[in-house]
């Protein structure tokens, strides 16, 4: 007699050998996020590229940034790059350190203006992972 099979269960099993299979990633980059949730809900791997690399061309001819002529679009791309670079931890470049390339929690530990009591961090230094 066979085993009950229940689909959840079978599903999530699928869905671990599948995350096994494909590689388990960790980064501390909040550009790699927003770029691997936009492209894994929202828009085809194959638009990015094709962005990529017209601006990689355009670098090849020598041109340097781009004119845009939607201002309101213009400015609230560059506010989504200030708000991605507002996330990105400091990583620690110290080869000697347990924490190299990762969030420096050694040092932002000391450099908190935060009583040592309370438990709280800074806001670079605290990841949403
Ligand atoms: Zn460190």
């Known amino acids: 007699m066979a085993a009950e099979l229940n689909y959840s269960d079978w599903f999530q099993a699928k869905i671990k050998d599948i995350r096994i299979e494909s590689g388990n990633i960790k980064t501390y980059s909040p ?13 085809a791997v194959g638009h990015i590229e ?27 791309a560059s506010n989504v790059a200030h708000r991605i670079a507002d996330l990105t931890p400091t990583l620690c470049e ?12 050694c040092q932002t530990l000391n450099t908190t203006k935060d009583s040592p009591k309370s ?6 230094s605290t990841s949403k992972k």
Not at 50 to 61: F, L, S, T, V
Not at 97 to 103: K, L, N, Q, V, W
Request: proline share 2%; hydrophobic share 35%; net charge negative.
């Open 94 to 105: 110290d080869e000697g350190c347990e924490h190299h390339g990762t969030p420096h929690i």
């Open 50 to 76: 094709k962005i990529i690399e017209e601006m990689e061309w355009q670098r090849a001819q020598g041109q340097l940034g781009s004119n845009f002529t939607n201002g309101w679009l213009a400015q609230y």
């Open 119 to 124: 438990g709280k961090r800074t806001q670079r």
């Open 31 to 43: 550009l790699v996020e927003f770029l691997y949730f936009l492209m894994r809900d929202y828009l």
